[in-house]
């Protein structure tokens, strides 16, 4: 910090300039070629940017998932390397630095620095701004049929322009915290398939002499419908009530929400009234150690319900299974569904032409090993260790990580914040329209 600020009283001690997007960088669109043409996407070289690249590999990009032709290519041509993309639609506020002439699909805005502000602005320096930007888009919202942020608005959204040697040297220090941060992530990644490898041998069964055998303990198979006392699932919306509107208090929890063993709710997480409510819960009827489990879309995410559902309840397609307890041990049945051997199983009898699914029927068909209750709990015990080890924020890898990336956005608040420029006597020449502290 200490150098940042030598190096801010040296070149900007009355502040720095701020200037609108639309005069430091070229906007535009991009778009999705006609899938209907194969000639514009077989033996694509050409990388095409979509959220899913985003996702699977992070915000600072070099190649696509898909790629498209050059016959697809529009007369404006490709966006150059080195410009941002900006979801401004859809799922609102990602971002990512392309490093490669490219295009994107139209949920993005490219932005292309201009050519005055190449020796002016350093694209790793903006692509950490951007996650202000990001926030910015996520609370400048039009909605008119389809969500999209304002885009007039967004244009002349003004960001800093501070001197070239202190955004390098903010860059150099805010990807020092994502280099570790990607170094950590990587290191829990091997952590959780070692987690996943052991796991799928611990609950795997083999045949030996005529027996069935789980780490040397004889098992007997069952169905999955014969230790479970019942098999129900939630209501969707239709006729019977609306979500999210002004009446909606209680969480209507779907796919996204099953974290393994727990409901992960957060802000995004969809609202019922209490009439929707009760209409669900009506014929869910989710009790304290049910286990959720998703039968249609992403299939095989789980939950234990640890508590009564008094502010929420499940949407049609998640399953609430009631485990006969002195059969079956409900966390060890979790780690069963979660296991290759049983989750293969499931795959293959899920059907669906546009959204994968599987049947209550055929989910009940499914054959387990199920060994005595004692080795179940002394299974569950070694995972228990495995899973915290590999997914508990309180403690190890995921702590750090957590730590880390909490320190991240501290210091990238810290040292984004800049002062508008103020000239010698009065007036403010520049107003920074993301900072409320000026």
């Not at 997480?269 to 304290?288: A, C, M, P, Y």
Request: with cysteine.
């Amino acid at each position: 910090m200490n150098k940042i600020q030598q190096l801010i009283q040296q070149y900007c001690p009355n502040g720095v300039e701020f200037k609108e997007l639309q005069e430091v960088f070229d906007i535009k669109n991009g778009y999705t070629p006609s899938k209907s043409n194969s000639e514009f996407w077989e033996n694509g070289t050409i990388p095409w940017f979509r959220m899913e690249d985003i996702r699977a590999n992070g915000r600072v990009l070099s190649d696509s998932i898909q790629h498209i032709t050059p016959e697809s290519v529009k007369g404006s041509g490709l966006f150059a390397a080195n410009s941002i993309i900006v979801s401004t639609s859809a799922t609102i506020g990602e971002h990512a630095l392309i490093t490669v002439d490219f295009l994107a699909n139209q949920r993005f805005t490219c932005l292309t620095r201009k050519s005055d502000y190449t020796d002016r602005l350093d694209m790793l320096f903006f692509q950490n701004y951007m996650f202000l930007v990001d926030e910015w888009c996520k609370n400048n919202i039009n909605i008119s049929g389809f969500a999209g942020v304002d885009m007039p608005k967004f244009k002349k959204l003004k960001i800093p322009i501070p001197p070239i040697a202190v955004q390098q040297e903010i860059a150099y220090i805010l990807d020092s915290f994502t280099q570790l941060e990607a170094e950590l992530e990587a290191e829990l990644e091997a952590r959780r398939a070692q987690y996943e490898y052991y796991r799928n041998r611990l609950l795997s069964a083999t045949e030996l002499n005529g027996k069935w055998l789980m780490n040397g303990v004889e098992v007997e198979w069952k169905t999955l419908g014969e230790v479970i006392s019942a098999l129900r699932t939630g209501l969707n919306p239709r006729q019977n009530f609306k979500l999210n509107n002004a009446e909606a208090k209680n969480f209507y929890v779907t796919v996204r929400e099953l974290n393994g063993f727990t409901i992960k709710i957060t802000d995004k997480t969809d609202k019922v009234d209490s009439l929707g409510l009760k209409l669900i819960q009506n014929r869910s009827k989710i009790q304290i150690g049910d286990i959720l489990f998703s039968g249609t879309g992403t299939i095989g995410r789980t939950a234990l319900v640890n508590d009564f559902p008094n502010n929420w309840n499940i949407k049609e397609g998640i399953y609430v299974l009631t485990p006969i307890t002195n059969i079956i041990n409900a966390k060890f049945l979790i780690y069963l569904l979660q296991s290759s051997n049983i989750y293969n199983q499931i795959i293959a009898k899920a059907d669906g032409s546009t959204v994968s699914s599987i049947s209550m029927a055929s989910l009940q068909k499914i054959q387990i090993p199920i060994p005595p209750l004692a080795e179940q709990e002394r299974i569950v015990g070694i995972l228990d260790k495995f899973d915290a080890l590999v997914n508990d924020i309180s403690i190890g890898l995921p702590a750090e990580i957590d730590g880390r990336r909490k320190q991240y956005n501290y210091y990238r608040g810290k040292l984004l914040d800049f002062k508008p420029v103020v000239s010698d006597k009065r007036l403010v020449v520049n107003e920074n329209p993301l900072n409320t502290n000026h």
